[in-house]
């Protein structure tokens, strides 16, 4: 792991948020996009966000990403949001979410899935210009 900046990621990044705060603004009444969609996008916010600041291998961060992820959901079995104090309707405890569901763990998989094929199409040289 080095850190290094990166411009492209960055930008991902902020188009990334940007789709998901659409999602959870203006969609949220589009029960598949807010209750699937977003969950797995939000892997791959996660994803151009750490590759934004630092050079790590590609495969270890997807699995950890879904660890992460998986995680942050048996917490809110938990109710850690709660627990730590997190008013209803906080950023944080929107961050952290309210409610469990395995639903959420196989959105989050899905995103992570995708991501490593992407990632391993990207790294076969598929997606590089042909000259």
């Known amino acids: 792991m080095k850190f290094?900046?990166?411009?492209k990621y960055l930008l991902l990044t902020i188009l990334i948020f940007l789709v998901e705060i659409l999602i959870a603004t203006k969609l949220k009444n589009i029960f598949f996009i807010r209750a699937y969609?977003?969950?797995?996008?939000?892997?791959l916010l996660l994803y151009t966000f750490v590759k934004s600041f630092i050079i790590i291998n590609n495969q270890k961060l997807i699995l950890g990403i879904l660890a992460f992820s998986c995680l942050?959901?048996?917490?809110?079995?938990?109710n850690i949001a709660e627990k730590l104090g997190f008013q209803q309707g906080s950023l944080m405890y929107i961050v952290i979410g309210n409610s469990f569901s395995w639903i959420d763990i196989v959105c989050y998989a899905a995103g992570c899935f995708l991501l490593f094929l992407f990632v391993k199409f990207e790294e076969s040289g598929s997606l590089q210009k042909v000259n």
């Open 37 to 43: 969609l977003g969950d797995v996008i939000v892997v």
């Open 72 to 78: 942050i959901e048996f917490a809110q079995f938990f």
């Open 4 to 7: 290094k900046f990166s411009l």
